[in-house]
């Protein structure tokens, strides 16, 4: 359920009308219309709040505002129209700081659906290429994808080839060499051949469509947070009303139950907790961190599990030379100059990562001449008087077949990432590639395990081998592989369901379904895009893994203040209230005494802004 709050000019309403009684008292011809400023000030800004509390109550939604409710309520009959309005001013202040403190919606379905294909470029019987909408797209229809263009639906090339970049949809950076047979989600993107597709699934039917409506789903399913306040409120707002029909009693005088209520008015639970939680909003975004709402930062610091996407989250998410395997009379450093000097030229994900291997080794790269590149296949080139051919095993054995053989029997591993050399029209080697290990991502799991997050979960699209190996060497108790957006999600689901608190950390496009279904989702917002980072609650903006840990200790830290804050208000409270009853608290003088109470809650709950200590390495060893 939606909480409704109150307009926002009635904190400055109430304040203008207290200043503006106050201004009368203190003129000798004006000083009687004081008191009916005030009541009126009261009338006009206390109903709204009453009328809200009953619309409330109507509903079954009992909360911190009760009390303060009926002071105000009480106190139009007595004609004790100041003590109202000093309740109206804490009441409706603290709720204002509250949604400052809450921040402003996701927009993440918009994103993501302003990012998905709307194009496509059907080919006709008679040859020409007719421009649609991607919903007009039929099935069977022939679509064209030209480079640099989004696949419109759910298709299979029929003619072409091309790399196709797949990582908005499975975070896997490498593209996928895509020919006649090859399927292609909705979403990827063709990146320097032209394809020829035919259209297996409607747009809407497609993979980008279900991940827009896994996210609508997923927002609009997660329950809406009970605020820390309201939770106190349970116990203390009956404790307040039984005290008031004491105090009547006893006494059977309706003041003394009126200073009752102005004392025990919950303003350590409306102030506490949203002035805690800006105080943790500015600490966390002082250390690059932006949490959208209260809300995310309350939970995050009790979650239980903690879940990551693998690629460009644990990973760097860009393939790195990780070995040279060189066949005599070649050397590795021999192998990777001639290597390098042919892909040099080429704009490939992976010729970049050849010539950067290079360079880190310290190897000068010579020139290389007569370069002809196969888009998504592999380069050839003339080095130093020696023809070099680089790329794909079938690239390679095309033009270098005597080769082939050679380089059957080097290479044992057929499913790693590989380049192959052939020199001469003989076989040289290959090279391989492999995402490396952010190097903060042990230490963050460290952090996290002495937070108390016992459970930790590698999630990933990649293949089973790759998944297993880095869930082991970082120290996962679960590792998933093959995993599609929809299958993230479900996992998820499955924890939230057995009664957990979920953590998703994620970086892609994909992951925007499982961050906005999780408890509370981190999006790396240096890696991903604009809709991964729409999609969380919580987004990094530093390109620093560690800054998750720092996250949860923020929230822990922000959430132990405010908690702090409400039981030392509400022991300050209860003692007023028995002063109140016994007839030694006027309600004026009990509005003031709220007031100190009040700056002794806040001044605790600053405490929550500030600076966060830095972890230095060994800090965190």
């Known amino acids: 359920m939606t909480r409704r709050v109150p307009p926002a000019f009635l904190p400055g309403a109430a304040l203008l009308f207290i200043l ?39 509903r079954g939604r009992a909360a911190a505002d009760i009390v303060a409710t009926l002071a105000i309520v009480t106190a139009i009959p007595l004609g004790e129209p100041l003590a109202g309005l000093v309740v109206v001013l804490m009441q409706t ?73 797949v990582s908005r949809l499975t975070g896997e950076p490498i593209p996928v060499s895509a020919g006649p047979g090859t399927r292609l989600p909705s979403g990827s993107v063709n990146r320097e051949s032209p394809l020829t597709l035919r259209a297996e699934a409607l747009a809407a039917q ?86 959208r709402n209260g809300g995310a930062l309350e939970q995050l610091g009790s979650v239980t599990v903690a879940m990551f996407d693998k690629t ?27 290597a390098g000097a042919v892909e040099h030229g080429s704009g490939h994900l992976l010729a970049r990562s050849v010539v950067d291997g290079a360079r880190v080794r310290g190897l000068g790269l010579p020139a290389a001449t007569d370069i002809r590149e196969a888009p998504g296949e592999g380069v050839e080139g003339r080095v130093e008087g020696r023809v070099v051919v680089v790329g794909a095993r079938e690239y390679v054995r095309r033009l270098a077949p005597a080769a082939a053989g050679v380089l059957d029997q080097a290479d044992g591993d057929r499913a790693a990432l590989r380049a192959y050399v052939a020199v001469d029209r003989n076989a040289a080697g290959f090279l391989e590639f492999a995402d490396t290990i952010r190097p903060e991502a042990a230490a963050l799991l460290r952090r996290l395990g002495g937070l108390g997050i016992a459970r930790m979960a590698l999630l990933s699209g990649d293949r089973k081998e790759n998944v297993q190996a880095l869930g082991t060497e970082l120290g996962f108790t679960e590792s998933h592989a093959d995993l599609l957006p929809h299958d993230k999600v479900a996992l998820i689901q499955s924890a939230i369901s057995r009664g957990d608190r979920v953590l998703m950390v994620g970086d892609g496009t994909n992951d925007a379904p499982a961050l906005s279904t999780a408890t509370v989702g981190i999006a790396l917002a240096s890696h991903g895009g604009g809709i991964t980072a729409e999609a969380a609650d919580i987004v990094i903006l530093a390109d620093d893994l560690g800054r998750v840990a720092d996250a949860v200790e923020t929230s822990r830290l922000t959430m132990r203040i405010a908690r702090q804050s409400i039981w030392a208000g509400l022991g300050m409270s209860g003692v007023a209230m028995i002063a109140a009853a016994a007839g030694y608290i006027p309600p004026i003088a009990g509005a003031v005494l709220q007031e100190v109470i009040d700056i002794a809650v806040i001044l605790n709950a600053l405490r929550a802004a500030a600076p966060a200590p830095a972890h230095s390495p060994q800090a965190i060893a």
């Open 312 to 338: 460009g989250t644990l990973t760097v998410g860009r393939p790195a030379l990780a070995r040279v395997v060189a066949l005599p009379p070649f050397t590795e450093s021999s192998l990777l100059k001639l």
């Open 206 to 291: 497609s993979l980008y469509a279900r991940i827009v409506e896994l996210v609508r789903s997923a927002q609009a399913e997660k329950a809406p947070l009970q605020r820390l306040a309201d939770r106190y409120a349970v116990w203390f707002t009956p404790l307040t009303l039984a005290v008031c029909v004491v105090a009547y009693l006893v006494s059977f005088d309706p003041v003394r139950v009126l200073a009752v209520l102005v004392v025990a008015t919950p303003c350590p639970l409306i102030l506490a907790t949203p002035v805690a939680i800006i105080g943790g909003l500015n600490r966390a975004a002082r250390q690059q961190i932006v949490i």
């Open 93 to 165: 202040g603290g709720e204002a700081l509250e949604r400052f403190a809450e921040g402003r919606a996701s927009a993440a379905v918009r994103e993501l659906e302003a990012a998905a294909p709307h194009e496509a470029h059907r080919l006709l019987p008679d040859g020409r290429v007719e421009d649609i909408a991607a919903e007009e797209v039929a099935i069977n229809d022939l679509l064209l994808v030209r480079p640099g263009e989004m696949v419109p639906c759910d298709s299979v090339v029929t003619a072409g080839s091309s790399p196709v970049d």
């Open 20 to 58: 503006a009684g106050l201004f009368l008292r203190l003129q000798p011809d004006l000083s009687g219309w004081s008191r009916s400023v005030w009541m009126a000030g009261l009338l006009l800004t206390g109903v709204p709040v009453a009328w809200r509390t009953l619309r409330g109550l109507l």
